[in-house]
Every structure is written in C-alpha cells, then in structure tokens.
C-alpha cells in the first residue's frame, strides 16, 4: 500500500490517512443512505422510525468503537466510548433549543428532517475546525487544558443556576442581525430554503431567504454555542484528535436521528439539565485533580457520566408522571 498509494499511510494528526478516510467514508455513506434512500421526500418522521433509525446510528456507532479498540488499543476504544457517552449526554440539551426553534418558525415536523440533515453537513465541518484549533492550542500549550477546565466547571455552574430559563428565539441576536441584513418571505414556501419573488418596495424580482433557511441557521448557530462546551469536555478525556472528532459525530448523528422522538416526550425530561450541569462539573474538576490524585481512568469517566445523565432521566420521569398522566388524559 506505501508502494502504490503513498499517500494513504501520510500521518494526518497523528493517525494515518486512510483511517481519517474510512471514517469519512461511513458518514458519506450513513447520510446518503438516510437522506437518498430512507428520506428521499419529505415526511413526517413518527417516534417508532425515529426510535429504528438512532438504533441504527448508534449500533454503527458502537462497532466503529470496536474496531477502534481492536485497531489502536484498549486506552483508546475506552476513551472514544466515553466521549461519545459524554457527546451525547451534552447534545441532547440541543434537542430543547431545537424544538422551541421549529415552534417559533411554525415548521411542520415533515419538513423538519430536512433542517436537521443539512445542518448536519455544517456540523461536521465547524467541528472539524473547532477540535482541529483545539488539538493545535492543547499541544503547543498544555496548560489549556486548564482553561478548558476552569470554563467548564463555571458553565456546569451556570447551567445548574438557570436550568429553568428557556432561550428567547424572538430576541436573538443572530436572528434579528439576519432579518435586517436578508429578504425573508412572509412564510414558508414548501421546502425550499430560497426563492425568488418580487420584492413588494420595488416590484422586482428578488432573491428571498425563507424561514426554513433561518431555522437552519439558528440550529447551527445553537450547535456551534453548544459545541464550546462539549469540545472542551471531550478533550479532558483525551487530546487525541482522531478519538475526539470521531466519537463527535457519530455522537450528533445519532442524536439528530433520535430528535423526533425525544421532542414528543421534552415536556419529560425537565430535570436532565441539572445532570448536565454535574457532568460538566465533573469534567471540569477531573484536569484539575490529575496533579492530586493522578489522571482518574477512562472507565471511571464513563461509569460517573453515564450515572449521572441516568439519574437525572430518572428523577425526570418520576418527577413528570403526573403530567404525563394529565397529558393523556387531554
């Protein structure tokens, strides 16, 4: 293989190519399928084939782990599996924020799919720039990875005090900075992001952005301010690039294919922000305690996180079963 593709074996952050690319080759793949065979037309997307189509992201999810571990050792499969644990657990306070953005833009849940599938594409790109910043400052200066401690126990702390805020879409600065800089339709024009119509002040024809392309860029606003945190979280665990991006995406993959589901049962999981909130801390106080008590094992991290995101779905359930109950009852 050195012989006839050389360039397949150059290192690329530390990792040979062609193991950045048999992971790109996956996620081409998982997205051509969904979007190209599962979601050719738009439909409603029910919790049952939401429910089938995480199963399906995360089993594949869980055997690239596998091959990780078989490939490159024991430490790293544990470490890929706990940041994906941890990915996971921290975007799924995405999904709030999602749903309130598709109720202020009032789109229909059969367009919905269409936001989160092309979103993804900018996902994976503004992480790959995020984590690759991020590999480059924690290996030119290690003591980053005490900011990244440090902003991640204050955010944890943030998160806990105003867990019951919820964001307000209206007076979003992004959003009104994208009102006065954009023509924007009066309202949806089927499942288009842009169109072109005649502007009313001047008669002619105009360029149009519509509120399916402004709930498109909200959602990726709200990953990238997202992301300021997990990434950091995912670094605590390992500083290893390959494991981070990867256990990343595959982790948000999952997540947006899950979306429907969990926004039928939000309302459920109103006390999932406080573990958030504990699982950063968490994180946070692990790169400090590395010069007191040694660096706390991958498993331990995995074991405490999963715990958490646990306990706080079950006191969720337990603590909303009434309203459950009055729900079904309406």
Do not use: C
Request: hydrophobic letters at 55%; proline letters at 3%; glycine letters at 8%.
């Amino acid at each position: 293989m050195d012989v006839l593709f050389p360039f397949l074996t150059a290192d690329v952050m530390g990792k040979p190519a062609w193991v950045w690319l048999t992971f790109v080759g996956i996620v081409i793949t998982l997205l051509a399928f969904d979007l190209g065979v599962l979601h050719k037309d738009d439909k409603e997307i029910g919790v049952r084939e939401s429910l089938l189509l995480s199963a399906g992201y995360i089993s594949v999810a869980m055997l690239f782990g596998a091959w990780v571990w078989w490939y490159l050792g024991p430490q790293s499969g544990m470490d890929y599996y706990t940041g994906f644990m941890i990915e996971k657990s921290l975007s799924m306070d995405n999904v709030f924020v999602i749903a309130l953005i598709f109720s202020f833009f009032a789109i229909p849940r059969h367009y919905q799919h269409r936001v989160l599938f092309w979103g993804i594409l900018g996902v994976i790109v503004l992480r790959a720039i995020m984590i690759g910043l991020g590999a480059t400052l924690v290996s030119q200066f290690s003591w980053v990875l005490y900011l990244f401690g440090a902003f991640l126990i204050f955010t944890g702390i943030k998160m806990w005090i105003v867990a019951d805020h919820m964001p307000d879409i209206a007076n979003n600065p992004l959003l009104k900075f994208l009102k006065r800089h954009m023509r924007v339709t009066d309202g949806l024009r089927g499942n288009a992001f842009w169109v072109r119509e005649n502007d009313p002040k001047t008669g002619q024809l105009e360029r149009f952005a519509t509120p399916l392309f402004l709930a498109l860029l909200l959602v990726e606003f709200v990953d990238l301010i997202f992301a300021v945190d997990s990434v950091p979280a995912i670094f605590a665990i390992t500083t290893d690039p390959y494991i981070v991006y990867t256990s990343n995406i595959f982790a948000i993959l999952g997540l947006r294919a899950l979306y429907f589901a969990l926004a039928a049962m939000i309302h459920r999981f109103k006390y999932l922000k406080y573990a958030l909130a504990l699982v950063l801390v968490f994180i946070g106080s692990k790169i400090f305690l590395v010069g007191i008590i040694g660096k706390i094992p991958a498993v331990i991290s995995l074991i405490v996180t999963f715990g958490l995101i646990a306990a706080g779905v079950l006191v969720s359930l337990w603590k909303t079963r009434g309203q459950s109950a009055a729900a079904e009852s309406t």
